[in-house]
T-cell receptor, first 111, second 118 residues
């Protein structure tokens, strides 16, 4: 079992839709959870990070962590074509150095 | 924000040659940098942790003699792929953190280097 599981998609939505991206993780010791966005042929760009359970909002993006179910979510409101990218969830393993990534979900927002 | 610069962005080399990739933290000092590898449509896999002034720590299955890492200063780490073969063709991405390893700080990534070995 992978430590962080993520459906690779692809996910295709119309512009303006609410997008829900999800991951599950297996290690109950994980405390920090991150979402990265990666455009084609580019490095990942940090979108948001959260600590433990709860929600965090930044503009159109909301990150949510439910530690009881080991579930991580990223919501994108009013999605735009420029949001088309691969979204990677990640968590720290064994201290603060080792980042474990999900497989990434490819999102396409069409006009 | 924290900026990590990686160079070159792409390189093509012949089988058997060596290739050096540079990773720089532009506006912060990084005692620790990380090298990842990403195959097409797959996620990032950590290859090694680069520590300034000491030897790198390699993940299981990564050949340290093939992937030489040097972290000579607080703003520069290099990855050298030695005696490259076509199976080494991949997307290599470095990252760095702004804080120290004893507390949390998010990782920031460079834009990657696409290596093609012919």
């Amino acid at each position: 079992q992978k430590e962080v599981e993520q459906d690779p998609g692809p996910l295709s939505v119309p512009e303006g839709a609410i997008v829900s991206l999800n991951c599950t993780y297996s290690n109950s010791a994980f405390q920090y959870f991150m979402w990265y966005r990666q455009y084609s042929r580019k490095g990942p760009e940090l979108l948001m990070y959260t600590y433990s359970s709860g929600n965090k909002e930044d503009g159109r993006f909301t990150a949510q962590v439910d530690k009881s179910s080991k579930y991580i979510s990223l919501f994108i409101r009013d999605s735009q074509p420029s949001d088309s990218a691969t979204y990677l969830c990640a968590s720290l393993s064994g201290g603060y150095n080792k980042l474990i990534f999900g497989a990434g979900t490819r999102l396409a927002v069409h006009p | 924000g924290a900026v990590v610069s990686q160079h070159p962005s792409w390189v093509i080399c012949k089988s058997g040659t060596s290739v050096k990739i540079e990773c720089r933290s532009l506006d912060f000092q990084a005692t620790t940098m990380f090298w990842y590898r990403q195959f097409p449509k797959q996620s990032l896999m950590l290859m090694a942790t680069s520590n300034e002034g000491s030897k790198a720590t390699y993940e299981q299955g990564v050949e340290k003699d093939k992937f030489l890492i040097n972290h000579a200063s607080l703003t520069l780490s290099t990855l050298t792929v030695t005696s490259a073969h076509p199976e080494d063709s991949s997307f290599y991405i470095c990252s760095a953190r702004t804080g120290t390893s004893d507390r949390f700080s998010p990782l920031h990534f460079g834009n990657g280097t696409r290596l093609t070995v012919t």
